[in-house]
T-cell receptor
Framework: EAQVTQNPRYLITVTGKKLTVTCSQN?????MSWYRQDPGLGLRQIYY???????DKGDVPEGYKVSRKEKRNFPLILESPSPNQTSLYFC????????????FGPGTRLTVT | AQSVAQPEDQVNVAEGNPLTVKCTYS??????LFWYVQYPNRGLQFLLK????DNLVKGSYGFEAEFNKSQTSFHLKKPSALVSDSALYFC???????????????WGAGTKLIIKP
């Protein structure tokens, strides 16, 4: 089954404790992206990757890091989480970054206390 | 500046009635337009897209949308609503002319659709 998986689905952590949210897709997609969803703000892009070893900042990259060492994986790293990073996070992938629809993971709800 | 507006936070429709979820956009060049749906505790799912060609596009679950260039709109429609259509709907646009290296999607804030039995 074609899918995007994220882990963990739920995470409660404390300020400053490094964490990683994993994302994996099995569709051989070139383009991958991380979003955060906050009430009333829609989706905001954090980072994206056009292909392996090619990543770039989206609209709200501060406090986040990513890597793309393999085509299928695109982990999101929070080196020192803060309460304002409490949000719902989605990973998405698409064949390419142009006219193609994106496939979304189920989401990771992160709470930073 | 590029933007997408979904003017209604919430739309209430009785089951069996037609529904419309509105979306207007502002881009400099030609738009690629998308609709996605989010069911509770789920990720977003693609519904339909307009790239070029026929202004009326059909998508999943009986939904359709009409691209209106003069009004810069891309409203989502369905002739007969189902209770199971209740969800959060997002419109998104990509500016083809100014895609740059990101081809970034610009997202609307979302519209909550409630279908009452």
């Amino acid at each position: 089954e074609a899918q995007v998986t994220q882990n963990p689905r739920y995470l409660i952590t404390v300020t400053g404790k490094k964490l990683t949210v994993t994302c994996s897709q099995n569709m051989n997609h070139e383009y991958m992206s991380w979003y955060r969803q906050d009430p009333g703000l829609g989706l905001r892009q954090i980072y994206y990757s056009m292909n392996v070893e090619v990543t770039d900042k989206g609209d709200v990259p501060e406090g986040y890091k990513v890597s793309r060492k393999e085509k299928r994986n695109f982990p999101l790293i929070l080196e020192s989480p803060s309460p304002n990073q409490t949000s719902l996070y989605f990973c998405a992938s698409s064949m390419q970054a142009t006219a193609y629809e994106q496939y979304f993971g189920p989401g990771t709800r992160l709470t930073v206390t | 500046a590029q933007s997408v507006a979904q003017p209604e936070d919430q739309v209430n429709v009785a089951e069996g009635n037609p529904l419309t979820v509105k979306c207007t956009y502002s881009v400099s060049g030609n738009p690629y337009l998308f609709w996605y749906v989010q069911y509770p505790n789920r990720g977003l799912q693609f519904l339909l897209k307009y790239i070029t060609g026929d202004n009326l596009v059909k998508g999943s679950y009986g939904f359709e949308a009409e691209f209106n260039k003069s009004q810069t709109s891309f409203h989502l429609k369905k002739p007969s609503a189902l209770v199971s259509d209740s969800a959060l709907y997002f419109c998104a646009v990509r500016d083809v002319l100014h895609a740059g290296s990101n081809y970034q999607l610009i997202w609307g804030a979302g519209t909550k659709l409630i279908i009452k039995p």
